[in-house]
DNA sequence: ATAAATAAAGATATATAGGTCTTTTTATAT
DNA sequence: ATATAAAAAGACCTATATATCTTTATTTAT
């Protein structure tokens, strides 16, 4: 359903803002340990991340990631769309090139509708959200 | 959201179903030309549905693919369920190992509703009812 | 019986995703 | 200024999904 990149790096920013709340700024290796993530992996596409824009990061002693305030709210539907393309939210059903409603291919009408549903609810999760519920122990980021 | 393969296989099985209804067995040839894919994979592919039961051939002069009776109502589930392996409805969300929802994800709470519908879908959605739209025009196999 | 048609099997190739390791650059505390 | 801590960059490695090609086994028409 999601990318495993996809997952970690929700997991990785969710634990990010936790912390900017509380002042810190965590680096590769605490993130890398919070959400059960390869550490070198981490490093991999926490780049990523900050290439695009959804995240900054500052190099040297005390450095770590944190997020920029313009970049508010950040949803998940940003972040699938810079990890797996919009083609994730295009491309559909049974992958046709050219898809459209006018010659749909045999699963078109009901699956366009969970499509659909899938679509709105990755625009109203945000990081924001989704760190609160952590917070409030509604949720976890690691097993 | 759906494998290549799975994309590939449901085409395939749909128009099998119409031929049959033609009272035709078609070959690996007939069946790439009509979806569209790749000639040689195709048999690949094919060769791993009839492994797994969700369809029956019959090598030699005239043979072909062709549905056993009893494998009907043949829905997408039980397709999506032998080429992604039920991993595809049980893990969910952000990839934990165990999961439930004593401790779940950040995204669980409105993610897991999305998720049952699509389960019920491809349950409802059936190869025979795929074909039956294809045949009345209102959707088609290839682009 | 033989030839033709056809799926099955298996070996191989290619692309993409996922992951690791090493080196370089940058920032800051001292 | 220097040492240290940290992210960035880039070269690799590995596994899996996707795809092709060649050969073999099976069935049926003749
Ligand atoms: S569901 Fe609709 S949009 Fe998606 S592949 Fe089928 S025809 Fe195209
Ligand atoms: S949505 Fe629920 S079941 Fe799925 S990964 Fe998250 S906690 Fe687990």
Known sequence: ???KITEYAIR???FIEIQNQQ???PGVKDIAREIASPEAYTGKFMQLLTKHGLVRSMKGRGGGFFF????????LQKI???LEGEAYFNKCG???NGCDSHEPCPIHKDYIRVKQELFDLFEKLTIEGLANDVKKGLAVLKK
């Open 80 to 82: 699938v769309l810079v």
């Open 94 to 96: 049974l992958g046709f």
């Open 12 to 14: 990785a920013l969710v």
């Open 68 to 75: 920029d305030q313009n970049i508010r709210p950040l949803n």
């Open 23 to 25: 002042g810190a700024r």
């Open 1 to 3: 359903m999601l990318a």
